[in-house]
Each structure stands twice: as C-alpha cells, then as structure tokens.
C-alpha cells in the first residue's frame, strides 16, 4: 500500500503505520498490521468503512485484543480501533457506553454509583465492544443479561437494535456472523444496590481470579469453550496436559484451559499446542474441543 493511501487515511482518523498485533492484544504474539486507524467520531468513522470497502481494503475492529490469536504475517490491511469512543453515561439506572470503555472501568464506577449488574464483568479485560461481541460472561452471568440493546453501524446506516436481535446465547451474537458490522454503544440496565454489597462481590469474585487465573502472564483468558457435557478443564486435566509446552506456548499451570505466553512464544507455537490438545481429547474422550479464541489473519489456514 502506498503513501498516498496513508495521506488519505489520515484526513479521517490519527493513524499509525507498522504497529506490531502483538502490542495490541493480551497474549502479546501476532505479525506487524500495516495500518491503525483511531477514528474520533461515527461520521469519521463511516467516511472511513466507505472508503476502505470501495478500494477493497480488509479491515478489523479491535477492541482490547484479549480474545485474539493473531499470526505472526504481516497484515496488509487497517486495524480500526475505537480507544475515542470513550464516553459514559449514567441515566436513572441505564448506562450507556461507547464501545471503546472498558468493561473493567465501568463496573468500578457503576459501583461507585451504587449500580449492581456488572460484577461478573469487573475482572474481564475488554472493551464494551468486545464483550458485546463475545457476550461475555463468568459466574453464570453474561453481557446479554444486562444489555438492554445495542447501537450498531450496519450496511452504512447507524442504528439501535434491541437485546432479542442480538442473537445472544453462550459467547454467542449475531456479530459474530455478521464480521463487518461495528458495535458503536452498548445500553445496560443496572440496579441500584448498596455500595458495600457491591464491592464486597467484587472483592470475592476478584480473589477467586487471581487465585485460580495465571493473571501474572500474558494470555487470552480461555482458550476452548466448554463443550455441554463436560468443562474443557477437566478434558485437558485427563489427558495429562497441565504444564504442557510448546516452545514459548505453555498450558497454565494455575489454570488447564489458559494457554499462556511463557516465553516469547510464536503464533505457530500456541496453534500447535491447541492441535495438539484438540487432537488427544479427541482421542481419549471422543470429544472435539471448539476455541473460544479467535484466529485472525492466518491467510495459509484455513
Ligand atoms: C485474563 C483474561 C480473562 C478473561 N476472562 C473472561 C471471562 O471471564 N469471560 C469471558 O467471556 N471472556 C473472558 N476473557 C476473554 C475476552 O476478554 C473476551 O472474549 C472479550 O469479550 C473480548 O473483548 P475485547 O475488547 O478484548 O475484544 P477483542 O479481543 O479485541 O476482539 C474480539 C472480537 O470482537 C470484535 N470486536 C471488538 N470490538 C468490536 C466492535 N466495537 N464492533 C464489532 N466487533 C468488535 C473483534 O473484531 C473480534 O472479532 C478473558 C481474557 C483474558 C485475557
């Protein structure tokens, strides 16, 4: 791509040129992406969308990066990144916020305003959109309890949709099959609650992750979704995998269904290692492991 496209870019957004993925998510790996775009505005951002689709330029939303495997190529294309779009607002018990907050943020003022409802979310490492996308959950709590509806950008147009056309189920959206869609805002219903209350939860619920999470490491939180029948913890814990390394790629040793990045593990090295795994689960338990974490920009696989 060539300077005269990075001049055009940057009359719509601040932009950064050659910023490697793995600066951008939590698991620390992934190749250079050509393009970062910071968009300030929905009208910079629509302009934006237009003007890489007409040219036929890939793009990707990132939030936080803390559900992504990114490879170690390069990615010839614009990550679009919504850190400015950053406003919250509490309305009576509603909160509403832009999809570039994080989720961590908000549940520590929603409890500061003596608001219950994001408990589950204050130890989740994500952005509003992200957690949007994913919906999101722990301790049997998830985004599309709270979510009240969702401001999306669609096929050029701006728009609420309520939580029933979100298509929520586990760590499931209607997003996610709709890859070009962007989640602008996120409207939460909350409950007024003690503040005490609150905290105490958040206190409990933040020991309990620090004491069974490898939160010390770099990582993507859980790598496999849990298959209906069993925890995928306990599939990986059978076939005797805990510690398990490949290169630089590690099975926690705090946590069998986090994948850490021990030392300065490739992309190639945790991909193998979940293949590996997917492979003697299957063998022992006649059960194929799914991942939870995202693959993005593996233009050789599949
Ligand atoms: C330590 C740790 C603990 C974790 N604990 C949990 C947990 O308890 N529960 C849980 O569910 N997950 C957990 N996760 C996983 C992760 O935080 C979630 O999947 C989260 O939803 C990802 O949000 P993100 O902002 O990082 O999105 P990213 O990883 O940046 O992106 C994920 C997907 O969302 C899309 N996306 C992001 N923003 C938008 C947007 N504005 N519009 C449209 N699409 C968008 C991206 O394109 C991508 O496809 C954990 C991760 C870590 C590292």
Redesign the pocket.
């Known amino acids: 791509m060539s300077d005269d496209l990075l001049e055009i870019l940057s009359e719509m957004a601040e932009i950064e040129c050659d910023v490697p993925l793995a600066s951008m998510t939590?698991l620390r790996i992934g190749g250079p992406a050509k393009y970062v775009a910071y968009p300030d505005s929905t009208v910079a951002l629509d302009a934006l969308v237009r003007f890489l689709k007409e040219r036929g330029i890939p793009y990707?939303?990132?939030?936080?990066?803390?559900?992504?495997l990114c490879s170690d190529e390069v990615f010839d294309g614009v990550i679009l990144r919504?850190d400015k779009f950053n406003d919250y607002y509490f309305i009576g018990s509603s909160l509403i916020a832009q999809?570039g907050c994080s989720i961590i943020a908000l549940a520590y003022q929603a409890m500061k305003n003596g608001m219950s409802g994001l408990e589950f979310a204050s130890?989740?490492?994500?952005?509003v959109?992200?957690?949007t996308?994913?919906n999101?959950?722990?301790y049997r709590s998830s985004m599309s309890d709270v979510i009240d509806s969702v401001f999306v950008y669609r096929d050029g147009k701006f728009e609420w949709m309520n939580n029933d056309e979100c298509g929520f189920d586990y760590?499931k959206s209607i997003?996610q099959k709709h890859p070009d869609?962007?989640?602008i805002a996120a409207k939460m219903n909350l409950v007024p609650q003690d503040i005490n209350e609150i905290r105490d939860l958040m206190d409990s619920r933040r020991e309990r992750r620090m004491s069974s999470?490898p939160?010390d490491k770099p990582?993507?939180?859980?790598v496999f979704r849990n298959p209906e029948e069993i925890p995928a913890w306990k599939l990986i814990e059978g076939i005797g995998y805990r510690g398990k390394r490949v290169g630089g790629a590690m099975v926690s040793d705090k946590h069998v269904n986090f994948i850490v990045n021990e030392d300065n593990a490739t992309a190639r090295d945790f991909l193998t290692l979940v293949d590996d795994i997917k492979d003697r689960v299957e063998e022992k338990y006649q059960i194929r492991l799914h991942m939870e974490v995202?693959r993005f920009n593996w233009p050789n696989r599949k």
Do not use: D, Y
Not at 123 to 127: D, F, K, N, T
Not at 219 to 222: K, L, R, V
């Open positions: 939590t990707k939303v990132i939030g936080k990066g803390s559900n992504l919504l999809a130890g989740i490492p994500a952005s959109g992200g957690v996308f994913m999101a959950g722990a760590r997003f869609w962007i989640v999470q939160l990582s993507a939180g859980s995202e």
